[in-house]
């Protein structure tokens, strides 16, 4: 099956710095990533859609300028926290799919960003 | 198709009792569903997926029905096993794949 990487698992940041999250399709070129994050006994919640060499398209509600996504390659897909802040504390998911049109999305094993 | 940040509904099942986890979409442009089991702090898992031009597929111990009319979707699990306790997703897309949105999620307990 194909696998997704993620790092870091877990990050902990002080307020007010920057943290960077990567997502990697080890064997297969992964035409669209998607960062979800996750709170505690709740459902993914979509952030972004990121197609490689393209901008990101946000979901309602989320910060582009907070959360800085960059899909530079076929097989790497970063998310930046910036500037977190305590409420940025969560668990941050990537998913990547071979093409885009009905496809399985393989999931990262998530990273669990904690901001002090 | 968005997903909803409410807290997730449980479900208790002995062990040996067949489970059913039920998931509702709203997006009619929705064709192609997935269910996901996902593990305390792990990503989810793929189970087994859907198209929208069947209304039935089985897996090993697993069953997704589909019911287009009223925009429904259930994960059905034979013989539950206790480790099979773990939250479940259903999640939709239509044939752009743009978005993967995820329903709000089962916590299934599987009682020994």
């Known amino acids: 099956g194909a696998v997704v990487s993620q790092h870091p698992s877990w990050v902990i940041c002080k307020s007010g710095t920057s943290v960077k999250i990567e997502c990697r399709s080890l064997?297969?070129?992964?035409?669209?990533m998607f960062w979800y994050r996750q709170f505690p006994k709740q459902s993914l919640m979509l952030m972004a859609t990121s197609n490689e060499g393209s901008k990101a398209t946000y979901e309602q509600g989320v910060e582009k300028d907070k959360f800085l996504i960059n899909h530079a390659s076929l097989t790497l897909s970063t998310l930046t926290v910036t500037s977190a802040h305590p409420e940025d504390s969560s668990f941050y998911i990537c998913?990547?799919?071979?093409?885009?049109?009905?496809?399985?999305?393989?999931f990262g094993q998530g990273t669990r960003l904690t901001v002090v | 198709g968005e997903s909803v940040g409410l807290h997730l509904p449980t479900l208790s099942v002995q062990e040996g009792d067949n489970s059913i986890i039920n998931c509702a979409y709203s997006n009619s442009a929705s064709d192609y569903f997935i269910w996901y089991k996902q593990e305390s702090g792990k990503g989810p898992q793929f189970i087994i997926d859907?198209?929208?031009?069947?209304d039935k597929r089985q897996g090993q111990r697993v069953t997704v029905l589909l019911n287009k009319t009223v925009k429904h979707l259930s994960l059905q699990i034979a013989a539950t096993q206790p480790g099979d306790s773990a939250v479940y997703f259903c999640a939709e897309t239509d044939n752009t794949g743009n978005q993967f949105y995820f329903g709000t999620g089962t916590s299934l307990t599987v009682i020994p």
């Open positions: 859907i198209r929208s031009n069947m």
């Open positions: 064997d297969f070129q992964a035409t669209t």
């Open positions: 998913s990547a799919i071979r093409d885009r049109r009905n496809t399985e999305a393989f």
